[in-house]
T-cell receptor, first 112, second 115 residues
Framework: SQKIEQNSEALNIQEGKTATLTCNYTNYSPAYLQWYRQDPGRGPVFLLLIRENEKEKRKERLKVTFDTTLKQSLFHITASQPADSATYLCALKNNAGNMLTFGGGTRLMVKP | DGGITQSPKYLFRKEGQNVTLSCEQNLNHDAMYWYRQDPGQGLRLIYYSQIVNDFQKGDIAEGYSVSREKKESFPLTVTSAQKNPTAFYLC??????????????FGDGTRLSIL
């Protein structure tokens, strides 16, 4: 069956360190993969999109990698700040389908 | 500023009651979506609409209904047939469904609880 897995345990890191979040998928052939940020009681906000033929994408302190062989995307936040604390969701769209499917999200806590 | 407005922010439903959640967008997007989010789970698609007067069931449509009479509006009704309605409901839009590399824009959700 198709599955998108993100670590359900919260990731706790110290301010200034790099946070790395993982998104693994099974039985998908995604054309692209998206990452969203969600704060408590708010809707997700789009951060980055990476295509299947791109290995890496950067935006300010954010970096996303996409390994279609490993079926995995990594989301990095460098020089993390307490304001980066949130839940981060990955979402992907199958080549064959029209809909985005979301992972369960990983909560990031950055401590000062 | 363009965006998606969901109302109310909190809603309580009595046994046997239908309730309607509002979603309005001024982004001029053709596609609109309703998701349900339960604690610790990903977003699950309830219904989506590609264009006015058209909508399709998502993965968990049972107990829900929608309408799309205007491009800007996509209300969701949680019917009494939905036995476990307590959840966080999110509305989203995108320029088109399946239209290439388009992110979805979300509202700030409605939290529905049972009285």
């Amino acid at each position: 069956s198709q599955k998108i897995e993100q670590n359900s345990e919260a990731l706790n890191i110290q301010e200034g360190k790099t946070a790395t979040l993982t998104c693994n998928y099974t039985n998908y052939s995604p054309a692209y993969l998206q990452w969203y940020r969600q704060d408590p009681g708010r809707g997700p906000v789009f951060l980055l999109l990476i295509r299947e033929n791109e290995k890496e994408k950067r935006k300010e302190r954010l970096k996303v990698t996409f390994d279609t062989t490993l079926k995995q995307s990594l989301f990095h936040i460098t020089a993390s700040q307490p304001a980066d604390s949130a839940t981060y969701l990955c979402a992907l769209k199958n080549n064959a389908g029209n809909m985005l499917t979301f992972g369960g999200g990983t909560r990031l806590m950055v401590k000062p | 500023d363009g965006g998606i407005t969901q109302s109310p922010k909190y809603l309580f439903r009595k046994e046997g009651q239908n309730v309607t959640l509002s979603c309005e967008q001024n982004l001029n997007h053709d596609a609109m979506y309703w998701y349900r989010q339960d604690p610790g789970q990903g977003l699950r698609l309830i219904y989506y609409s590609q264009i006015v007067n058209d909508f399709q069931k998502g993965d968990i449509a049972e107990g829900y209904s929608v309408s799309r009479e205007k491009k800007e509006s996509f209300p969701l009704t949680v019917t009494s047939a939905q036995k476990n309605p307590t959840a966080f409901y999110l509305c989203a839009s995108s320029p088109q469904v399946g239209g290439g590399n388009q992110p979805q824009h979300f509202g700030d959700g409605t939290r529905l609880s049972i009285l």
